[in-house]
């Protein structure tokens, strides 16, 4: 069974940043591709960003860009997601999941597996 155990959450203000990873084991592959979602209270989960394990294809959505940089270590099964520039909107529970497709329309089509989710605070 494919499990993803995410850290690297916290508190930061305004400004700061911080770097998440997606920890994955039970994959029979090397091929893969992994999401970072976010929601926060009274929302909708939305997506993030999203890379292929071999570092193929990162893609953002518009508010995360040049701000966020994700990246894959095939070899220790991780993905990471650098924060940068954080603002009180990227306030939410950060989850990472395996996903069908990595592509910039933002159609990633989530598999039911998914990380613990890692709180992420952001404030002034």
């Known amino acids: 069974e494919v499990q993803l155990v995410e850290s690297g959450g916290g508190l930061v203000q305004v400004g700061g940043s911080l770097r998440l990873s997606c920890v994955a084991s039970?994959?029979?592959?090397?091929?893969?591709?992994i999401g970072w979602f976010r929601q926060a209270p009274g929302k909708e989960r939305e997506g993030v960003s999203c890379?292929?394990?071999?570092?193929?294809?990162?893609n953002y959505v518009d508010f995360v860009k040049g701000r966020f940089t994700i990246s894959s270590d095939n070899a220790k099964n991780s993905v990471y997601l650098q924060m940068n520039n954080l603002n009180p909107e990227d306030t939410a529970v950060y989850y990472c999941?395996?996903?069908?497709?990595?592509?910039?329309?933002?159609?990633?089509?989530?598999?039911?597996?998914w990380g613990q989710g890692i709180q992420v605070t952001v404030s002034s």
């Open positions: 999941a395996v996903i069908r497709y990595c592509g910039p329309n933002n159609h990633w089509a989530p598999y039911d597996i």
């Open positions: 890379i292929y394990s071999t570092g193929e294809n990162p």
């Open positions: 039970g994959f029979k592959t090397d091929y893969y591709a």
